[in-house]
């Protein structure tokens, strides 16, 4: 623990082997060591604390949490015990708790800088920005030292971001603010760049963009160093919202005299002077032409001064500079989006294209940089542009394979780059099978030839020809797509999994794969492939979807639950990690960074993929460790699930998946678009929606399933009337929301492959689960009406009732035919997958689940009710032993669903013995076959495992059935 060598006190000796302990990882030991010097030293606090910490890391929360108390109720103001209750209440995620220690410290010692200050980061902490602004005063007061003015400014700035009442904000506490800070501008106390940045943001927000300028064009805003044009840029950004074009024009002109490379001042140059043009501004006769300098006003002066960049680059001996020669086609795409005729002046765009690859054609970003101006070029030009781009590419004599080859690994990866342009340009789509099969060959014969480039590469390094690879794959998708053969997605698998044995470390292999993969139904191999992928922080937000989007769709649901765990561990660390960046931002003086820090913070909790896993992860618990009567209650609790409250932010919701993460050449119209963006997060929402209210009905199911309401108590009914209303009206959503999901689905959307993927709501409702799912669920609430009216009055709602039950078994029969089939066969030479089948077994298992913990209920209902009426016949000496019929319904029913587990768990066992008994060796492969049967074997291993996890859910379900007998 970091903090004990700043503690000066005459116990540190005595406490050191305890933090050692701790710091080691060894906490029984802390614990053991902690009670000896309390032994000795019953008053020593500190050791309290530490083994409070010990405790609270072996999983003794309570008894941690009542000995700090112990302490802390003491108010103790010792260094050494202050900073360990820190430690301990930040573990415990009780920050609020720190605050309370430090009010007490302070009090005290009032004069303490250190315990003002400690003070003043513990409300940053918990975002209770007014005390946060006393307490910097406070600390200002007690030390007049700058930073802690200006916290207490921030703190100002903070209660404006955060405040709900917008005209607060702008008439108090900015306001406030500013005044706070002029007076220190007045008094000549401004030191640091941090303040100047403050004085900024504060005018910025305020909309004062004039007094702004001023003070970044005046003499604080030479403090403005620690970025490379800083003030240049802030006053970029202030002549554009002041609509400021002459400025902003000669400023964009002055700094791309420095440095032409730079592309912002570009884009701001074109984006003023289309604006001057727009309004016909005339420079003034006298003077100069803006408080920046010279401006460009006509086009012909803009294409000159793009010209004579062009011309000082030509004109190097060393490397020139992309910006100009960019700058010249973005001009180019400009004036023809405005149809304007000068840009015949620039020259003609296709051959500017290809004198671009010859000047850059062996950069590894050539194909980002002209893949926006590919549509400069007529599609009729196509062909002959790249044969022009040929001209560049030096290759050596053709050899036996028909294909010539590069010399040196410049040339290689400008050969790659037109393959790359080719594609982007459609060219390879317009190619029959045969033409694609041809193209496939050249593009792995280019491939293995580079290999040769880059045998020295560490593991960690790609291959200069990875790109052949990737291309390849591509193609090889494109036939899988188009005609459907299943033989070209084991070729592409195969020559994925060479390419990873020579560039283990290429993410987009591992992306491709993991996507090919989970697209045939097999989630086994992705679980170590996402993995090694070793993706960071925020990308488990951005990427994690890839993981999360099939692991309990393909029958995987311990890989599913540790997913979801997986991620749910960054999401829940985001509260706490954000916080202590705010800390440092302050610290150091970053003041424009702690609004950043809170954004962020707001997107990740608002994530639609943390909704996501969160609601998939409880369900998957539910599933996994809930018995159908023993502890569904007990599950429920632990979650903390409360069915009346939906903590979704459904109206705040962000879309955070990175959906470009595979890199791509497709043209334009193959493309992901907005629309397709849109029409996606509308499906995930929906699908997100009926899982979410699906979890809420089965908390409520929950609730009741051990507390079945007797008849004839007031209180109980008024509960009973309240938890009905509760459940119908979740129904009701449930209802309207499979509504909108069908007439979703009557249009499915068509993606591109590397788009984002499909949800499981088209397969749900196919398969008929959800509306399963929705019946099951409705019989709990014919059930509390059935407990209210009891046996003797209610002949018609005892049919509907036996309705329901026969309805319920016919549409759990429905989706089990509908799961069945060969999962895997070899049918002309080629092993044939059928994932959806799998995928129906899954919603089969997760139906029969769900259907019977509503039948347990059914049954805590049914039982007592029972009971009475054969009470009330013995007393009567009724010998009519004739059942009510939603008895014998039930008991129908309990057969009926025994005997579908039994005829689940046939077939799954019969699915075993044929993917077993399947002979993968007698499959005869052209090439690479031994990678393609390796990927061939991860299939099968995995149809196998998820098979296996089925069946172990089933087994536990059909043991607890007997608990159903009434």
């Given at each position: 623990m970091a903090t004990r060598g700043h503690v000066q006190d005459p116990n540190d000796r005595r406490l050191r082997p305890i933090y050692d302990y701790l710091d080691n990882g060894n906490n029984k030991m802390a614990i053991q060591?902690?009670?000896?010097?309390?032994?000795?030293?019953?008053?020593?606090?500190?050791?309290?604390?530490?083994?409070?910490?010990?405790?609270q890391r072996t999983g003794k929360q309570d008894e941690a949490f009542n000995l700090a108390q112990e302490v802390a109720t003491l108010e103790p103001t010792d260094d050494n015990s202050l900073q360990a209750l820190t430690i301990l209440y930040r573990e415990m995620q009780r920050p609020e708790l720190v605050t309370k220690l430090y009010e007490a410290a302070v009090k005290k010692v009032p004069l303490s800088e250190e315990y003002h200050s400690h003070l003043f980061m513990a409300y940053a902490r918990v975002g209770e920005y007014k005390k946060m602004q006393q307490a910097g005063m406070t600390l200002y007061k007690i030390v007049p030292k700058n930073p802690y003015y200006f916290w207490s400014v921030m703190s100002l700035v903070m209660q404006a971001i955060s405040a709900q009442d917008e005209k607060l904000a702008q008439t108090m506490f900015l306001p406030l603010a500013e005044r706070m800070v002029e007076k220190m501008v007045k008094e000549d106390k401004i030191e640091a760049e941090a303040?100047?940045?403050?004085?900024?943001?504060?005018?910025?927000?305020?909309?004062?963009?004039?007094?702004?300028?001023?003070?970044?064009?005046?003499?604080?805003?030479?403090?403005?160093?620690?970025?490379?044009?800083s003030r240049e840029t802030k006053s970029m950004i202030l002549y554009k919202r002041l609509q400021q074009w002459p400025e902003c024009n000669a400023l964009s002109h002055k700094l791309l005299l420095k440095n032409p490379d730079d592309w912002q001042f570009y884009l701001s140059y074109f984006d003023s002077l289309f604006h001057l043009m727009d309004q016909s501004w005339i420079p003034p006769e006298e003077g100069d032409n803006s408080a920046e300098g010279k401006v460009h006003c006509s086009m012909a002066e803009a294409v000159q001064f793009i010209q004579e960049r062009i011309a000082v680059e030509d004109a190097k001996q060393s490397r020139p500079l992309r910006g100009p020669y960019l700058?010249?086609?973005?001009?180019?795409?400009?004036?023809?989006?405005?149809?304007?005729?000068?840009?015949?002046?620039?020259?003609?765009?296709?051959?500017?294209?290809?004198?671009?690859?010859?000047?850059?054609?062996?950069?590894?970003?050539?194909?980002?940089?002209?893949?926006?101006?590919?549509?400069l070029i007529p599609p009729d030009l196509h062909i002959q542009f790249i044969n022009r781009l040929g001209e560049f590419v030096p290759l050596g004599e053709a050899r036996e394979e028909g294909f010539a080859f590069p010399g040196e690994t410049r040339d290689l990866q400008r050969h790659q780059c037109m393959f790359q342009l080719t594609r982007a340009l459609g060219v390879h789509h317009t190619l029959d099978i045969h033409g694609k099969l041809r193209l496939i060959a050249e593009l792995k014969a280019h491939y293995y030839h580079g290999l040769q480039f880059g045998k020295s590469c560490l593991k960690t390094e790609l291959?200069?020809?990875?790109?052949?690879?990737?291309?390849?794959?591509?193609?090889?998708?494109?036939?899988?797509?188009?005609?459907?053969?299943?033989?070209?997605?084991?070729?592409?698998?195969?020559?994925?999994?060479?390419?990873?044995?020579?560039?283990?470390?290429?993410?987009?292999?591992?992306?491709?794969?993991?996507?090919?993969?989970?697209?045939?139904?097999?989630?086994?191999?992705?679980?170590?492939?996402?993995?090694?992928?070793?993706?960071?922080?925020?990308?488990?937000?951005?990427?994690?979807?890839?993981?999360?989007?099939?692991?309990?769709?393909?029958g995987q649901f311990a890989a599913a639950s540790q997913s979801c765990n997986f991620s749910l561990r960054f999401f829940h660390s985001n509260q706490k990690d954000t916080s202590e960046y705010i800390i440092q931002a302050y610290k150091y003086g970053a003041f424009e960074k702690i609004p950043e820090f809170i954004a962020f913070r707001s997107r990740l909790n608002q994530s639609l993929h943390f909704a996501q896993v969160r609601t998939e992860r409880m369900l998957l618990d539910l599933y996994l460790e809930a018995d159908i009567s023993l502890s569904l209650e007990d599950s429920v609790k632990v979650m903390g699930m409360s069915p009346e409250e939906d903590d979704i932010p459904w109206d705040n919701m962000r879309d955070n998946r990175d959906l470009t993460v595979f890199t791509s050449w497709e043209p334009k119209d193959r493309q992901l678009t907005e629309e397709h963006k849109r029409l996606s997060v509308e499906e995930e929402s929906i699908w997100l929606r009926i899982r979410s209210l699906t979890l809420r009905l089965i908390a409520s199911l929950a609730l009741l399933i051990h507390a079945p309401l007797p008849r004839n108590s007031d209180k109980t009914n008024e509960n009973g009337v309240m938890d009905n209303a509760m459940g119908l009206n979740l129904l009701s959503q449930l209802e309207q929301t499979l509504q909108a999901a069908?007439?979703?689905?009557?249009?499915?959307?068509?993606?591109?492959?590397?788009?984002?993927?499909?949800?499981?709501?088209?397969?749900?409702?196919?398969?008929?689960?959800?509306?399963?799912?929705?019946?099951?669920?409705?019989?709990?609430?014919k059930l509390q009406e059935l407990e209210t009216s009891g046996l003797d009055d209610s002949s018609e709602l005892q049919t509907q009732i036996c309705n329901s039950f026969k309805s319920l078994v016919a549409q759990l029969q429905e989706i089990l035919n509908k799961s069945k089939g060969d999962l895997l066969e070899i049918k002309d030479n080629c092993l044939k997958t059928k994932p959806s089948l799998l995928e129906n077994l899954v919603f089969f298992v997760e139906t029969m689940c769900l259907t019977l913990w509503v039948a347990s209920y059914c049954a805590n209902i049914l039982r007592p009710l029972k009971s009475n009426l054969l009470k009330k016949k013995k007393k009567k000496k009724d010998t009519n032993t004739a059942m009510p019929a939603v008895v014998c319904g039930f008991q129908e029913l309990s057969g009926s669903l025994q005997s579908l587990l039994i005829q689940a768990l046939e077939y799954i066992r019969g699915q075993e013995t044929n993917l077993t008994s399947l002979k993968l060796a007698s499959l005869t492969v052209e090439d690479d076959g031994i990678f393609i049967k390796a990927a061939m074997d991860k299939v099968l291993s995995s149809y196998l495992r998820s098979l296996q996890e089925l069946g172990d859910l089933l087994k536990k379900r059909a043991e607890t059935i007997k608990s159903l007998k009434i």
């Open positions: 060591q902690a009670d000896k010097l309390l032994k000795k030293h019953k008053d020593l606090h500190c050791a309290k604390v530490l083994k409070s910490i010990g405790l303040e100047v940045q403050l004085y900024f943001m504060i005018l910025e927000r305020l909309g004062k963009c004039v007094e702004a300028l001023e003070v970044v064009r005046g003499p604080l805003g030479e403090k403005l160093t620690s970025e490379l044009q700058a010249r086609l973005e001009l180019i795409h400009r004036l023809g989006a405005r149809g304007c005729r000068e840009e015949s002046q620039l020259g003609d765009p296709t051959e500017l294209i290809a004198r671009f690859f010859g000047k850059f054609g062996d950069k590894p970003c050539c194909i980002t940089d002209l893949k926006i101006y590919l549509h291959q200069f020809s990875d790109m052949y690879c990737l291309m390849a794959a591509h193609v090889y998708i494109d036939l899988w797509t188009e005609t459907g053969e299943e033989n070209m997605v084991w070729q592409c698998l195969g020559l994925l999994d060479e390419g990873l044995s020579h560039s283990p470390a290429n993410a987009q292999f591992k992306l491709l794969q993991l996507l090919l993969f989970c697209r045939l139904g097999a989630f086994e191999p992705v679980v170590d492939l996402y993995s090694s992928l070793d993706a960071k922080h925020v990308q488990h937000d951005t990427i994690g979807y890839l993981l999360t989007r099939y692991a309990e769709s393909l069908a007439q979703m689905a009557e249009k499915p959307t068509q993606y591109p492959f590397l788009g984002p993927p499909s949800t499981r709501l088209v397969q749900a409702l196919s398969s008929g689960s959800c509306h399963c799912q929705a019946a099951a669920l409705q019989l709990s609430v």
